[in-house]
């Protein structure tokens, strides 16, 4: 079935909203955080407990996917759905942030991105068409469409060649997107200029997509520009479709892009910081490798009530991470995950009952944003 979005409450004092994507897979209640599942596999976590913890979707990456086992391998094994062993959502990036990011070993044209694999050097091309090609046979229920994310600081030129890039593309996806369950989503871009940022939104916005992305911010602009661009951009965006804010995810950047009007989310920041022995917790970060936790009993949150905060202590976790046991790694993934996902619940009962402005303002690293 084709995607569908409907807003249920709205804030009284911001432009906050709750709401539900319906796919085919199931629906998704937003605002949501998708954790990252690169490979098709969140790290560190079975997808059966992710569905305990009460994600509804999580994010796997186009451009991994294709390279390796290719995006025809998955097909023939049922889609990534089965492949992967989650019957919930699925949304597919294109592929272009990675391809863009590999600057020294890809080549941009107005007809195609070439690059070389990170992975063996191999040459490659990928095209609007086949960037939708592959979402397609990988059977996601949110595709993205190919686009040119440019780096801060770009200069104007670049800047402009990219939202004209982008929306050349943008129109390319649409003319060949075959796929009617799910829903295929464009993606505004425009760098941290105003006024490439409404012509770009403008031309995206005009075109039928089922959602509508913020990319290109959290490239090494900064917080304060990020937030800038945001709280520019996301008013630019149909109130009636869902918005996406990609690749930007501590908890208090979303919660500032939430009282902005933005639904959708995904970050790797929950587990890669895990792997990292970073934990996010209540009472602020931790560093669960600090001497300081080496005969501490507590758990790593006495308010959280995660797998891992009922079983182990700072000193048990710090030993593991130390040891380099895989144990670390999953401990603290299923916590921050469990954290990820109660603060996006909290924010939803505070949109729900209007008071989101208060929990804003009482929310740790604010500033009473």
């Not at 409404?198 to 602009?221: D, H, K, M, Q």
């Not at 936790?293 to 758990?299: V, W």
């Amino acid at each position: 079935m084709p995607l569908r979005f409907r807003i249920e409450a709205k804030d009284r004092s911001t432009e906050a909203r709750t709401g539900v994507v319906s796919t085919e897979c199931g629906e998704i209640r937003t605002p949501a955080f998708l954790p990252v599942g690169t490979a098709a596999a969140v790290k560190g976590v079975w997808p059966s407990q992710l569905k305990e913890m009460g994600y509804e979707c999580i994010l796997a990456n186009t451009y991994h996917l294709y390279l390796r086992p290719g995006h025809e391998r998955i097909l023939r094994l049922g889609g990534v759905h089965r492949f992967m062993g989650w019957d919930r959502p699925v949304l597919t990036d294109s592929g272009g942030y990675q391809v863009f990011s590999l600057s020294a070993l890809r080549t941009v044209s107005d007809g195609e991105v070439t690059f070389r694999s990170h992975i063996d050097g191999s040459r490659h091309v990928l095209s609007p068409e086949l960037a939708v090609e592959i979402q397609e046979a990988l059977g996601s229920d949110i595709r993205m469409v190919l686009d040119e994310c440019v780096e801060y600081p770009a200069g104007r030129r670049e800047v402009e060649e990219s939202v004209r890039r982008t929306t050349a593309w943008a129109r390319r996806s649409l003319a060949v997107s075959r796929r009617e369950e799910g829903g295929l989503f464009g993606i505004v871009q425009g760098g941290m200029d105003h006024g490439l940022r409404r012509r770009s939104a403008e031309e995206i916005c005009a075109l039928p997509f089922s959602g509508y992305a913020i990319g290109g911010v959290s490239v090494g602009e900064g917080k304060d520009l990020l937030r800038e661009t945001v709280e520019f951009t996301a008013p630019l965006l149909p109130v009636e479709k869902p918005r996406y804010l990609m690749g930007v995810g501590t908890p208090e950047d979303i919660l500032f892009a939430v009282a902005r009007g933005v639904d959708l989310f995904d970050c790797v920041l929950p587990t890669r910081n895990a792997r990292n022995g970073m934990l996010f917790t209540s009472a602020g970060p931790m560093s669960i490798k600090q001497a300081r936790h080496a005969d501490d009993s507590l758990p790593p949150d006495e308010e959280c009530e995660c797998l891992t905060c009922r079983t182990f202590s700072r000193a048990y976790l710090r030993h593991l991470y130390l040891q380099k046991e895989i144990l670390s790694s999953m401990a603290l993934t299923v916590h921050n995950l469990h954290y990820y996902r109660r603060w996006m619940e909290r924010i939803r009962e505070a949109i729900s009952v209007g008071n989101l402005e208060h929990f804003v303002k009482e929310s740790p690293g604010s500033s009473g944003e």
